[in-house]
């Protein structure tokens, strides 16, 4: 919205700055991180006195965990207003690529909402029908991938692009829009399995939508493009002031999702977060790099489909309990070592993403 300013610009003077993607993306880092610490606290004394009882404990989870019992959740809903406000102050909002991932992450965050609120009010873990959750899911997925399809370049349209192989393009033709189903609702779910310790999934959320928009920027910029030998997005750049606003979010609400958790993200924050995710990559033909810089939830999903075949298959568990990180609890690790550890390796693993714009 603030772009428009720019129309007042003579070209040398303050409102010139609204020109530039890295200064915007600034100023929605900083707007969204100044909103979380605002609203908070006060959004969080809400959530305590409106659920009183808070997020229900699994029975058969960790034992430790049940002394988060009264932990109030949905406090994804102040990552979500914090990046949306931020967003919507700092973007061109005449880009499609950013109203693509912004209604996404509404759309997921609202299919959170919905379950967060069912959990709440019913005191039971079941929430949503998973039917149901999946359903619509599956619907704001295929108009978000059939509209990033309509958008993209022709060269590009309909096409999967490969890392490490710069030229290579793969025609899906009408399997694009399921494939790109796929990349977003694997994304949003792989996110929600990962969010099952204080701090574990917010981090690397942020990392990862910090790395894809800085290939965002660079795939939007035809210079970088033509020296990196990657595909050119014109417009995806500025989808690096949604990921600023991600990040600035994100910081302000692991300040009182640290532990002990004062709030838990919910369904709100991990469907919405995990959806916009999948809906960037798909923008910037970066599927395939999803997988490497989001494996941390790749690796989380993974363990609860093995473990669920496993069992059906012969009646005994491959971890001692699935999401992953759960089984990791069992054999006596500590909450923080956990989840610090599991930070390394998400930036770790966010390296080796950035990396593959560089390797011809």
Same mark, same amino acid.
């Given at each position: 919205?603030?772009?428009?300013?720019?129309?007042?610009?003579?070209?040398?003077?303050?409102?010139?700055?609204?020109?530039?993607?890295?200064?915007?993306?600034?100023?929605?880092?900083?707007?969204?991180?100044?909103?979380?610490?605002?609203?908070?606290?006060?959004?969080?004394?809400?959530?305590?006195?409106?659920?009183?009882?808070?997020?229900?404990?699994?029975?058969?989870?960790?034992?430790?965990?049940?002394?988060?019992?009264?932990?109030?959740?949905?406090?994804?809903?102040?990552?979500?207003?914090?990046?949306?406000?931020?967003?919507?102050?700092?973007?061109?909002?005449?880009?499609?690529?950013?109203?693509?991932?912004?209604?996404?992450?509404?759309?997921?965050?609202?299919?959170?909402?919905?379950?967060?609120?069912?959990?709440?009010?019913?005191?039971?873990?079941?929430?949503?029908?998973?039917?149901?959750?999946?359903?619509? %899911? /599956?619907?704001?997925?295929?108009?978000? *991938?059939?509209? @990033? +399809?309509? #958008?993209?370049?022709?060269?590009?349209?309909?096409? !999967?692009?490969?890392?490490?192989?710069?030229?290579?393009?793969?025609?899906?033709?009408?399997?694009?829009?399921?494939?790109?189903?796929?990349?977003?609702?694997?994304?949003?779910?792989?996110?929600?399995?990962?969010?099952?310790?204080?701090?574990?999934?917010?981090?690397?959320?942020?990392?990862?939508?910090?790395?894809?928009?800085?290939?965002?920027?660079?795939?939007?910029?035809?210079?970088?493009?033509?020296?990196?030998?990657?595909?050119?997005?014109?417009?995806?750049?500025?989808?690096?002031?949604?990921?600023?606003?991600?990040?600035?979010? %994100? /910081?302000?609400?692991?300040?009182?999702? *640290?532990?002990? @958790? +004062?709030? #838990?993200?919910?369904?709100?924050?991990?469907?919405? !977060?995990?959806?916009?995710?999948?809906?960037?990559?798909?923008?910037?033909?970066?599927?395939?790099?999803?997988?490497?810089?989001?494996?941390?939830?790749?690796?989380?999903?993974?363990?609860?489909?093995?473990?669920?075949?496993?069992?059906?298959?012969?009646?005994?568990?491959?971890?001692?309990?699935?999401?992953?990180?759960?089984?990791?609890?069992?054999?006596?690790?500590?909450?923080?070592?956990?989840?610090?550890?599991?930070?390394?390796?998400?930036?770790?693993?966010?390296?080796?993403?950035?990396?593959?714009?560089?390797?011809?």
């Amino acid at each position: 919205m603030l772009y428009l300013l720019t129309e007042f610009s003579d070209g040398g003077d303050v409102f010139n700055l609204f020109r530039y993607i890295t200064f915007r993306a600034g100023a929605a880092f900083a707007t969204a991180l100044i909103f979380g610490f605002l609203f908070g606290r006060p959004l969080i004394n809400l959530l305590r006195r409106k659920q009183g009882k808070g997020q229900p404990i699994r029975d058969d989870g960790p034992a430790s965990h049940f002394s988060k019992a009264g932990t109030p959740t949905m406090g994804g809903l102040l990552i979500l207003s914090a990046l949306m406000v931020s967003t919507l102050l700092w973007a061109r909002l005449d880009n499609p690529y950013v109203w693509i991932v912004l209604l996404v992450t509404l759309g997921f965050g609202l299919i959170g909402f919905a379950d967060d609120y069912a959990k709440v009010t019913k005191q039971n873990t079941k929430g949503v029908s998973g039917r149901v959750r999946m359903a619509l %899911g /599956l619907l704001i997925a295929a108009l978000a *991938a059939y509209a @990033a +399809a309509r #958008f993209h370049p022709e060269a590009l349209t309909n096409q !999967l692009a490969l890392p490490l192989f710069k030229d290579a393009l793969l025609n899906l033709g009408w399997f694009f829009v399921p494939f790109g189903m796929i990349v977003i609702v694997g994304a949003a779910n792989a996110v929600n399995l990962t969010d099952g310790l204080d701090g574990l999934a917010i981090m690397p959320v942020m990392i990862a939508g910090g790395t894809l928009g800085v290939i965002a920027y660079v795939v939007g910029n035809f210079n970088f493009t033509e020296y990196l030998g990657v595909h050119f997005v014109p417009g995806t750049g500025e989808l690096l002031i949604f990921s600023a606003a991600l990040i600035g979010g %994100g /910081l302000g609400f692991l300040w009182y999702n *640290a532990p002990p @958790a +004062a709030v #838990f993200m919910g369904d709100t924050g991990s469907l919405a !977060l995990g959806g916009a995710l999948g809906a960037i990559a798909v923008c910037t033909k970066h599927e395939i790099v999803l997988a490497i810089v989001g494996g941390l939830f790749v690796v989380e999903a993974l363990s609860v489909i093995i473990q669920v075949l496993y069992f059906k298959r012969t009646g005994r568990r491959v971890f001692l309990m699935a999401p992953i990180h759960h089984h990791f609890e069992k054999k006596g690790w500590a909450e923080p070592q956990i989840v610090i550890r599991f930070w390394i390796i998400s930036l770790i693993l966010a390296l080796i993403g950035l990396a593959t714009l560089k390797v011809r």
